[in-house]
């Protein structure tokens, strides 16, 4: 680790990252293709109208096929009873030519979120939402872990190599990004102190960290002098600051003030540009993953 306190961090270039990934993750699905006679697939189930989700949706789509993969999108009008919805997860669960199944959150009110998610097969649940999934994470056993998580682990370790020992500080206990963000903290060995909304004293726990995962959805709440000289840090959230009239529809930023953080840190992600572009790219690794599973041929998962 750099700790020279005077220089400025590392920029953990995620977008860079994202698009290496991809590459190899196209490789893979073309292998696959070769050896199983067919594509690897993902489906992509969306309810209702949110724009933003609808953006999101038809990147995924994009962005796999790029990777040589077939992608499946289920668009569902927002009053889609939810006994549709499952009998559609149920269809797609016993589909052949469906690998991994996604079912973009959130769902509309009238929808039991845990139910549908309960419904998927954890055997194609490439978001890792399942707890089954949760479960195999937490006792060790390959299952399919969370994309967001998954991606920050791989950046931390591509910027640090070993973790063992390393105390870690992750700031925030969804079960989408923090909790799972701690258990593969856990596994790789760090010292992992989980903080969230009732923790006492927020600033000292984080000084304590030689990394820092903050994954809350408060912008720029880190501040620089809450960093340990030369920790690594990797900022998971998604802000959107007030318009202003230089920026009419608002800045984005993260959880980590940056500007202040980067002068102390070794290595930070900006936002956007860091963890934002690893999710995709992640999902598109666990569906090659899961085809090649679900077809039950060879693959190193770690060298992808
Ligand atoms: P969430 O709202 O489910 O969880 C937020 C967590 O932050 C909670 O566990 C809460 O205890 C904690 N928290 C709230 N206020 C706090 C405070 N003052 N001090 C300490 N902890 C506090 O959110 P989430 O789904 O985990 O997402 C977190 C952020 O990450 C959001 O900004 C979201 O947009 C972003 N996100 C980004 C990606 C990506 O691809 N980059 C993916 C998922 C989430």
New binding site residues.
């Given amino acids: 680790m750099s700790g020279d306190v005077m220089s400025e961090a590392a920029r953990i270039d995620g977008k860079a990252f994202a698009e290496k990934l991809r590459g190899r993750v196209a490789e893979v699905a073309k292998g696959f293709e070769a050896k199983a006679g067919r594509k690897a697939g993902l489906a992509v189930v969306l309810v209702g109208d949110d724009p933003a989700s609808h953006i999101y949706v038809r990147n995924k789509g994009k962005q796999t096929v790029e990777c040589g993969m077939n992608s499946f999108e289920h668009l569902l009008p927002e009053s889609t009873p939810e006994a549709d919805l499952l009998a559609l997860v149920e269809q797609l669960n016993t589909d052949p030519a469906v690998d991994g199944i996604l079912v973009q959150l959130p769902l509309p009110d009238h929808m039991d979120e845990q139910k549908v998610i309960a419904a998927i097969n954890p055997d194609k649940d490439v978001d890792g939402f399942h707890v089954i999934n949760s479960g195999r994470l937490a006792v060790g056993l390959p299952g399919f872990v969370p994309?967001?998580p998954l991606?920050c682990l791989m950046m931390l370790k591509d910027q640090l190599g070993s973790l063992s020992g390393l105390d870690a500080v992750v700031?925030?206990?969804?079960?989408?990004?923090?909790k799972p963000m701690a258990a593969l903290l856990l596994a790789e060995s760090c010292t992992v102190t989980i903080?969230?909304?009732?923790?006492k004293d927020?600033p000292e726990v984080v000084r304590r960290a030689d990394i820092v995962v903050?994954?809350?959805?408060?912008a720029q709440?880190v501040k620089g002098d809450w960093i340990k000289p030369g920790a690594t840090v990797i900022d998971?959230?998604?802000?959107r600051l007030p318009p202003t009239e230089e920026k009419p529809k608002g800045r984005i930023v993260?959880?980590v003030d940056y500007a202040e953080a980067s002068k102390v840190a070794g290595a930070i992600t900006p936002?956007p540009g860091?963890?934002?572009p690893?999710?995709i790219a992640v999902l598109l690794r666990n569906t090659v993953v899961a085809a090649h599973r679900n077809e039950g041929l060879s693959l190193d998962e770690n060298a992808i």
Avoid: Q, Y
């Fill in positions: 994309c967001t991606g700031i925030g206990r969804s079960n989408i990004v923090g903080a969230h909304s009732r923790t927020l903050a994954a809350v959805g408060r709440m998971v959230g998604i802000n993260g959880d936002v860091g963890v934002g690893m999710t």
